[in-house]
């Protein structure tokens, strides 16, 4: 087994570790990211109810959550790369699945078994990233391995929608998948013959700092938890703001995607940043103009709505780059892969449990009382923060 770890770890330069990382960070995204325009197809073609149809989003998106601590685990065991690379290959293999499936039951079945594969995806790739590049690019990488998936999410539903509306849902599937099958195939097969000539480059692990280490991660999943809460809540909600100015649908979608191109923009700046002005400054400043710009979307006249969305995804975005760089400060590289996986599920969980509970919250008060609540747990990120540059200076991670 240490012969197949090495072959894998050791295959790729540093060079070249960010590249393979970031593009097939772009497939997997792109992977999962097409379902969207195509459920209406494939709705209409098994006959599928609303409640149907958000079960087999939910189950294609929740499986390739649910298990990121123990594929870390398991990443740590037999090589990052080898499982980040067979995970990949197992979600695009699975799509080729589930574009033969002929009912809903054994769509929803394969759509389950395709989701597991990405769980490897986000604690394993940020391990590989942040256990390779120097110190010094740290955060530019891991805002360029970010913006890689945003990209994906973009390539995903468009090459999805144009095949869809030719050939049908199950050719987009088939054509999406196979070329991430294909693509992850080289990868491997380039890995392997490499390793032969160049042998394995082991790298000595950063040892446990203790208490201050151990404190400072613990922040880092609470200031992480709260940015995901506010991520959830507020694409979720932002809409109906937006019908209360007088919106229409036309007009609210156009400004969703300027929020998610100046989200793009934002995790790959903010990584740049955070390398030339530090990772704290960087949290501190995208927090706060991520609060001023849903306190001013909440108030704010419909004129003033496309500027302030691009400043509000911008900064709603940027921030999570920053919070990926802390974690590898608060994790010895041994453990990152398993780290990583704590962090990433910790995001999910309050990415999707924060929109529920505000929505309690909106109908108990009105929208404009749950944006404020929003702003205001959005700043408690702030005093999290100075812990965290405590805990950096007494373990001596930057």
């Known amino acids: ?123 394993l790739g940020s391990a590989i990233v942040a256990n390779h590049v120097k110190r010094e690019q740290l955060a530019t990488s891991m805002g360029t391995l970010n913006f890689s998936g945003d990209l994906g ?15 049908g849902w199950r050719a987009a599937f088939a054509v999406v998948g196979l070329a991430t099958a294909l693509y992850t195939l080289w990868v491997l097969m380039r890995q392997r013959s490499a390793a032969r000539r160049a042998g394995y480059r082991s790298r000595t692990p950063i040892e446990d700092d203790g208490t201050p280490i151990r404190r400072g991660f613990s922040f880092v999943l609470l200031a992480g938890s709260l940015d995901n809460a506010t991520r959830g809540a507020a694409l979720t909600f932002l809409p109906f703001v937006l019908v209360d100015k007088g919106l229409d649908a036309a007009a609210i979608s156009a400004l969703f995607g300027l929020i998610f191109a100046a989200g793009a923009a934002g995790k790959f700046a903010c990584g740049w940043l955070s390398d030339r002005r530090g990772i704290i400054a960087v949290i501190v400043v995208t927090e706060a103009v991520t609060a001023g710009a849903l306190l001013a979307l909440a108030f704010s006249p419909a004129w003033a709505v496309i500027p302030l969305v691009l400043v509000f995804g911008f900064a709603l975005n940027g921030t999570s780059s920053a919070l990926a760089v802390a974690v590898t400060q608060f994790v010895p590289a041994a453990r990152r892969a398993r780290g990583f996986g704590i962090y990433f599920t910790a995001a999910l969980i309050s990415s999707a449990a924060a929109p529920l509970l505000y929505g309690v919250l909106a109908d108990a008060t009105s929208i404009t009382t749950t944006f404020i609540t929003m702003t205001v747990l959005t700043l408690a990120v702030l005093p999290a923060i100075v812990p965290i540059r405590r805990a950096l200076i007494l373990g001596n991670a930057l």
């Open 1 to 123: 087994m240490q012969r197949v770890r090495a072959r894998v770890s050791g295959a790729l330069s540093d060079s070249s570790v960010l590249v393979t990382t970031s593009v097939v960070h772009l497939t997997n995204d792109a992977c999962f990211s097409l379902l969207y325009p195509l459920l209406p197809f494939i709705a209409a073609d098994l006959g599928l109810s609303y409640t149907e149809t958000g079960m087999l989003k939910a189950g294609f998106s929740g499986a390739s959550s649910i298990f990121q601590v123990p594929v870390g685990i398991v990443g740590a065991r037999y090589g990052e790369m080898l499982i980040l690379l067979l995970g990949n290959l197992w979600v695009g293999l699975g799509l080729v699945g589930m574009a033969l499936t002929g009912s809903f039951l054994f769509l929803l079945g394969a759509a389950l078994l395709t989701g597991i594969g990405g769980n490897a995806q986000h604690p």
């Open 153 to 167: 999410k973009l390539v995903g539903p468009f090459v999805a929608g144009i095949v869809a509306v030719q050939f």
